[in-house]
C-alpha cells in the first residue's frame, strides 16, 4: 500500500510511464533473489519438521471434514471481500486496457461495498486504518508544499554532488542509503522512515533524469529489514496475539526473518545489474 502511496508522488512522464506490469518486471530481477532466499530459508528451518501421518484416506477426508466444521461456510462478506481483492488486483494490472485510473477503482470498491451493505458506518470508522492514511496524506501534503514553495528545488541545489554517484557510483550510493537508513531505523518508526527518505530521493532522481522508481524500491526495500522486535509490526503483533504457537517456532521464525536480511540487501545489488540490463538505469 505505501508504495503505491509513493508513487504517486511522482510527477511529469514518471507519473504515467508504469504501470501495474511494468513495476512487476522492473522488480522480477530482486523477487527472484528473494524468493530463493525463502526457499533456503523454509527448508531450512522447517523443512525437517515431523507432521502427523493420517493413515488412510477415510481417516483423512474426516480429518479435513472436521477442519472445514471449525471454520464453518465462508460469510457474504467474506466473500465480497475476496471479491474486491482479486478485482482490485485484475483491475490495476490491466489500467493500460481499460484506462481507469487506479483511485476511481478503488472509489468504485468502496461503494460497491456500501451499496450491497457489505460495511457500514461503523466498520467504515474502525476497519479502515485511518491514523495511517492521515499520516501518510500529511507527508503527501508537506511534498507537495514543499515544492511549491522551493525547498525541493532548494534541496536539489545543495545536493548536487549526488549527481555524480547517481551516475558513475550507484553501488556506493546504495550502500550509503543502506547503512542510513538502517542506523534511522533504530530511532524512527519504519513507516516514517521509508517516507522521509522517499520524499528526499524521488526529487533527486527526477532532477538528475533518473526513474525515481527505482529509489521508491530501494527504500522500501530497506525498510523490510530489522534486527530488533521494536522494529517490526508484523512481528509484534503475532507475538502479542497469536494463541497457542510454540516458543521454539517464534525462535524459528525470527531467526530465519534475520538471516533473511542478507538477501535483501543481496537483492538491492542484483536489482541494480538487472535494472541496467533493462535499461531503466544508465551503466
Known amino acids: 500500500m505505501m508504495h503505491f502511496v509513493l508513487l504517486g508522488l511522482f510527477w511529469g512522464q514518471y507519473a504515467t510511464q508504469f504501470d501495474w506490469w511494468g513495476w512487476l518486471f522492473a522488480s522480477l530481477g530482486p523477487l527472484a533473489v528473494l524468493l530463493f532466499g525463502y526457499l533456503i530459508l523454509v527448508s531450512f528451518y522447517f523443512g525437517k519438521t515431523s507432521y502427523p501421518q493420517i493413515e488412510n484416506d477415510r481417516s483423512r477426508n474426516a480429518h479435513l471434514k472436521k477442519i472445514l466444521t471449525i471454520l464453518g461456510p465462508a460469510s457474504p462478506t467474506e466473500k465480497a471481500s475476496f471479491i474486491c481483492m482479486f478485482g482490485a488486483i485484475l483491475s490495476l494490472a490491466t489500467v493500460s486496457v481499460h484506462g481507469i485510473a487506479p483511485d476511481v477503482i478503488c472509489l468504485l470498491i468502496l461503494l460497491f461495498l456500501f451499496v450491497f451493505q457489505f460495511m457500514n458506518d461503523k466498520g467504515f470508522q474502525t476497519r479502515i486504518k485511518w491514523d495511517f492514511l492521515i499520516f501518510m496524506c500529511g507527508l503527501s501534503g508537506i511534498a507537495f508544499a514543499a515544492n511549491d514553495v522551493g525547498l525541493i528545488s532548494w534541496l536539489e541545489d545543495n545536493t548536487r554532488w549526488m ?27 519504519r513507516d516514517v522512515n521509508i517516507n522521509i527518505l522517499s520524499i528526499m530521493l524521488i526529487p533527486l532522481f527526477q532532477k538528475n533524469g533518473m526513474n525515481p522508481w527505482i529509489a521508491v524500491y530501494i527504500v522500501n526495500t530497506i525498510g523490510r529489514i530489522w534486527f530488533f522486535e521494536y522494529q517490526e509490526p508484523e512481528y509484534r503483533i503475532f507475538a502479542k496475539h497469536g494463541k497457542n504457537y510454540s516458543v521454539d517456532f517464534a525462535k524459528k521464525l525470527k531467526s530465519s526473518r534475520l538471516r533473511l536480511n542478507m538477501f535483501y540487501i543481496i537483492s538491492l545489488y542484483v536489482g541494480i545489474f538487472y535494472w541496467k540490463w533493462i535499461g531503466i538505469l544508465p551503466w
Open 163 to 189: 549527481t555524480e554517484y547517481l551516475n558513475h557510483y550507484f553501488f556506493e550510493l546504495t550502500t550509503f542509503l543502506i547503512i542510513f537508513s538502517l542506523m534511522v531505523q533504530f530511532i524512527l518508526p
